[in-house]
């Protein structure tokens, strides 16, 4: 190594350097012969004489190289000595660079680790933060147990430390003490309760990380912080929202009490539906008794709900499957989206997703069917990436798409990757199974790729082919026969133990052909493989008990090649067969069945999905993945019964108030109310609001103090805490996306201003704690109800501004033997229910006899999806028509709902299909309450188009007409002539959709879509662009 190497820009040290570079060069160049070797030397010795120089720049330097080598993956360790030298350095960045070192090596150097642990226990007093946590963790880093009392004691005093940095250190310190000496549990478990109160976002994580690794079993620690966790939740470290999600997914499943019940009660409503309104109602009123999901359920929910857009797809994942464990089945879906998200990340990504929609579409398949198309494979794909989703795609598989998916799959088949091809031809094996309407088809596509010039696929064909024919031998005997001339060309052993064993089977159903394929085969017994010798000597003796005749010699021909065959498997099967067909004086009572043994009806094949077992595993879990419970894995337990007393958790919010409330009232109680706008003000009414709520901003703002400054805080007081805290929560939820809508805002802002009145109110009246949280968590529903209201007022629903009268057919009078069905949409609301597309049908008799008893039947509806029917019709007199009102909630999609439009004598199935126009309500609102909704709907909400058209298309009274043809939506008030803009909301879930239309120079204009339904915008957009663009 040259001299050039240390040369340093320093004045201080840079000639020393130059002087030990020269030096380190002139000692070792005699050695140049031994090569690769004197040059680690050289550098290592090198290395060593700059640690011991008396410059920093020196020693800084090599410092600098040697955590470069250890980041590089080479081993570093036989500089210890000379590196442990310099922990009571006094420049900080070498000491840091230090500590970095020892926490590598202090493991593997324990004896010299150990002579420095003074040191190590001064530097847990430096002013330094960064030292204190480095200190920290090097001393955990020695792994011998006398040194335990040590480190209990430094954790101890760490996770009291005014830095949150060493807070979290400690927390880290506490699984690595434990994995040491288990023993300290106990004390440990003190450690992690009063790291489990701390307000720091820093520490939440890791505190969580030694919580599940110490006491998981432990959920009384997570009582008094289970709110606050949740509303932390959206500003801890991204590694840090994993851990919390995964421990309180299984909080969840003990404390609460299932949400699923919910959807049992509403299938059950659907079933009953024709039961009189009194019954009706008995039955809702009862189904609400038994369940009203907890508002801290509620509360975990909604907090998680903005991780699914995380950047992070481990988070993505975690929320995943936490609303997969303890959401309602109605709000699942929404994971959907997010999950396809994550299939544009890298390999390893897209394969622990797509094993966990494999999962959830055995069950689920509606969640998934909208992104039927994300799931095609590419032929860039991996072979694992390309089999998950073949399974996917199989699971996803129904009559309408099936088509569909069967042309997608003829192409995999003809695929480079043989063993991709393979896992096609199975899963259009299964597809066959699984829907018997095409069951037909799939067998005689398999057959046709019996001639295909690749013998994998062909023998794959003959493998699935075997297990479809199990199901209906009877009717396929030219298939068998068509396989047993394949015998000549096959050589997979597989195939040709399938053809022979189907050959077996169905014996006397090809007469002639199977003792001709015996003397095949046991011309060429000793050459085949084991499995198809196994295979030969079960259809010989099939064959010998059903036409013995032809072939009792050839048989015994066989079974005495068998005898003395090298596979003992084949020796023994060769005995048993004989003893069993062959009777003799020695044969036992069994002979007299063997017919029945090997001739018996044999059940067909259950062509399942491998993952249908997977499900008792917790998704996105190690487990899961490997099928099999991995070290360490926490089961999820069952929900309870009846759920636990909730007051745990609301024992430190009312205490916390009480410590707070006096110190200085008065003083700071107007600036929290002049943060919000005076309008606001006005409309805050309610005296009650949800604890879960009005803690969130509380939890939120104490983090951000705790971040921004090490005091304590305890003394501050109450009114000007949750100022501070009200405006860190708006601030925090602004940055994550919290907040895509008015209303949500505006109840937040609501729930802060009750918080005010409630902590004047407990001050002066010390009202008991338990009916405090009585009072608010009966009023939640109320308070939210009321603002949400309040927070409508800006979307109030006008009536519409056109109505087509397109109608579309929904029964053609050829399908319908004489009865014809059409149906429209007459955009009013729904009187069966708000969330409802009013629908009506008009019924025609083209008979020239009486139709009865007209009714919907059995209804096939997406799921989520609901449907109010009209009352049966009783007659339909001949050339008669009538017209009745349906409700269908289509759940803001534009999914088709199937049922059966019914008669006295046939059932016809329908379809009802709605235009995306259709699934809008349509909204008055100013032109300023509409560039403020469209100011909050910006980014991923928003998509634009260019629209080409001649000049006398873009006429005012034109585009209005082709707009509200297309969609239900209102006209907002302009006040500019180039612009002209429309509102409108979702039906379903009440969101808006704002349509705006710009005018540019010469013959173009942007149609601009601001909605958070960006699905429903994005296929509005597309409707809209071609009516705007055609003359």
Not at 43 to 55: A, H, R, T, Y
Not at 846 to 861: A, M, S, V
């Amino acid at each position: 190594m040259s001299s050039n190497s240390f040369a340093y820009s320093e004045q201080s040290g840079g000639g020393e350097a130059t002087e030990l570079g020269q030096e380190a060069t002139s000692t070792i160049s005699p050695s140049g012969a031994f090569g690769l070797f004197s040059s680690d030397l050289k550098k290592n010795e090198d290395l060593k004489q700059m640690l011991e120089s008396n410059k920093d720049s020196a020693k800084l330097d090599a410092m600098k190289r040697i955590v470069g080598m250890i980041a590089k993956g080479k081993n570093a360790s036989e500089l210890f000595p000379a590196v442990v030298k310099n922990v009571a350095s006094k420049n900080i960045e070498i000491k840091k660079l230090v500590y970095v070192y020892l926490v590598r090596y202090a493991e593997e150097q324990q004896d010299l680790a150990l002579l420095s642990i003074s040191t190590f226990q001064r530097a847990l007093k430096d002013p330094n933060q960064l030292i204190r946590a480095s200190a920290l963790r090097v001393l955990s880093s020695i792994r011998v147990p006398i040194i335990v009392p040590i480190m209990m004691l430094a954790i101890k005093e760490a996770s009291a430390d005014l830095s949150p940095y060493v807070r979290k250190n400690a927390a880290h310190a506490i699984q690595k003490l434990y994995s040491l000496d288990p023993e300290q549990k106990e004390m440990l478990i003190e450690v992690i309760e009063k790291l489990l109160k701390d307000k720091s976002t820093l520490v939440a994580g890791s505190v969580v990380m030694a919580f599940e690794e110490v006491c998981p079993d432990r959920i009384d620690l997570i009582h008094k912080n289970y709110r606050k966790l949740c509303n932390l939740l959206v500003d801890v470290e991204e590694w840090g929202q994993v851990v919390i999600i995964h421990m309180l997914t299984r909080y969840a499943r003990t404390q609460f009490v299932s949400p699923w019940k919910e959807e049992d009660g509403l299938e059950d409503d659907e079933k009953n539906f024709y039961d009189s309104d009194d019954d009706q109602k008995e039955k809702t009123d009862k189904r609400k008794k038994s369940y009203t999901m907890d508002p801290d359920h509620r509360l975990l929910i909604r907090n998680t709900k903005p991780l699914l857009q995380s950047r992070n797809a481990a988070v993505v994942m975690a929320v995943a499957q936490l609303y997969w464990h303890i959401s309602p089945k109605s709000e699942v879906g929404i994971i959907s989206k997010s999950l396809v998200r994550l299939l544009r990340s890298n390999r390893e990504v897209q394969y622990i997703v797509l094993q966990n929609i494999a999962t959830m579409s055995i069950q689920r398949k509606g969640m998934f069917e909208p992104y039927l198309k994300s799931f095609y494979v590419r032929s860039t794909d991996p072979t694992m990436i390309k089999t998950l989703k073949l399974e996917i795609l199989t699971n996803l598989a129904n009559e309408a798409n099936i088509s569909t998916l069967l042309r997608e799959f003829q192409t995999y088949v003809k695929s480079q990757d043989k063993e991709f091809a393979a896992a096609t031809i199975q899963t259009i094996g299964r597809c066959a199974t699984n829907i018997s309407e095409v069951t037909d088809t799939c067998l005689n596509g398999l057959v046709c790729l019996l001639s295909n010039r690749d013998e994998i696929v062909v023998a794959e064909s003959v493998v699935v082919i075997k297990k479809l024919l199990q199901m209906q031998p009877a009717q396929h005997g030219e298939i068998i026969k068509h396989m047993a001339k394949l015998l000549d060309s096959i050589t997979v052993p597989v195939a040709r133990a399938s053809i022979l064993w189907l050959i077996g089977e169905n014996c006397e159903r090809v007469p002639k052909i199977a003792p001709d394929v015996l003397r095949k085969m046991a011309k060429g017994f000793t050459s085949e493989d084991d499995l198809v010798k196994l295979q030969i000597l079960n259809l010989g003796a099939k064959l010998y008990l059903t036409n013995s005749k032809q072939t009792k010699l050839l048989t015994q021909y066989i079974l005495n090649l068998g005898k003395y065959d090298q596979n003992y498997d084949i020796r023994d099967r060769t005995r048993f067969i004989r003893q069993l067909i062959v009777p003799n004086e020695k044969s036992g009572a069994l002979s007299k069945y063997a017919k029945k043994i090997f001739l018996a009806q044999k059940p067909a094949p259950l062509l399942e999905s491998p993952f249908k077992d997977r499900d008792h595993f917790q998704l996105g879990t190690l487990s899961h993945t490997l099928n099999t419970k991995a070290t360490g894995y926490l089961e999820l337990s069952n929900w309870p019964e009846v759920a636990p007393d909730p007051s745990v958790r609301n024992v430190e919010v009312i205490e916390l108030a009480k410590e707070w409330t006096p110190a200085g009232k008065a003083k700071k109680e107007n600036p929290a109310k002049k943060f919000y706008s005076e309008s606001e003000e006005e409309e805050d009414s309610s005296d009650s609001s949800s604890d879960s709520d009005s803690e969130s901003g509380s939890a939120s703002g104490e983090q951000e103090e705790e971040g921004d400054s090490s005091d304590d805080s305890s003394e501050d007081s109450s009114s000007e805490h949750k100022s501070d805290s009200e405006s860190a929560s708006e601030v925090g939820n602004k940055r994550t996306a919290k907040r895509n809508s008015k209303s949500k805002r505006k109840r937040d802002s609501e729930d802060g201003e009750n918080e005010n009145e409630k902590s004047k109110t407990s001050d002066s009246s010390n009202a008991d704690s338990s009916s405090i949280e009585e009072s608010s968590s009966d009023s939640e529903s109320e308070s939210e109800s009321e603002s949400e209201s309040e927070s409508r007022k800006v979307t109030k629903v006008s009536t519409p501004v056109f109505v087509p009268v397109k109608t579309h057919v929904l029964l053609h009078r050829m399908s319908g033997k004489g009865l014809a069905a059409h149906y429209f949409f007459p955009r009013q609301p729904c009187i069966f229910g708000d969330k409802m597309v009013s629908v009506q049908i008009t019924l025609n008799n083209t008979t020239d006899r009486k139709i009865e008893n007209i009714h919907i039947g059995g209804k096939r509806l997406p799921v989520g999806m609901q449907m109010h029917v009209f009352n049966t019709i009783e007659s339909l007199e001949p050339e008669g028509s009538i017209t009745v009102s349906m409700g269908i909630d289509f759940c803001d999609s534009t999914q088709t709902a199937s049922f059966q439009l019914c008669t006295k004598d046939d059932c016809f199935n329908v379809n009802i299909q709605p235009p995306v126009g259709e699934l809008l309500l349509p909204v008055a609102m100013s032109e300023k309450d509409f560039k403020k909704e469209q100011g909050m709907l910006t980014g991923m909400n928003e998509t634009s188009t260019v629209i080409i058209a001649a000049p006398q298309n873009f006429t005012p009274s034109v585009i209005l007409q082709k707009v509200v043809n297309v969609a239900n939506v209102g006209v907002v008030p302009s006040g500019q002539d180039h612009i002209h803009r429309f509102a409108a909301k979702t039906v379903h879930s009440g969101s808006l959709m704002l349509v705006t239309v710009e005018l540019k120079e010469g013959s173009t204009a942007q149609l601009i879509i601001n909605t958070e339904k960006t699905v429903i915008g994005s296929v509005l957009l597309r409707e809209l662009k071609p009516v705007l663009s055609q003359g």
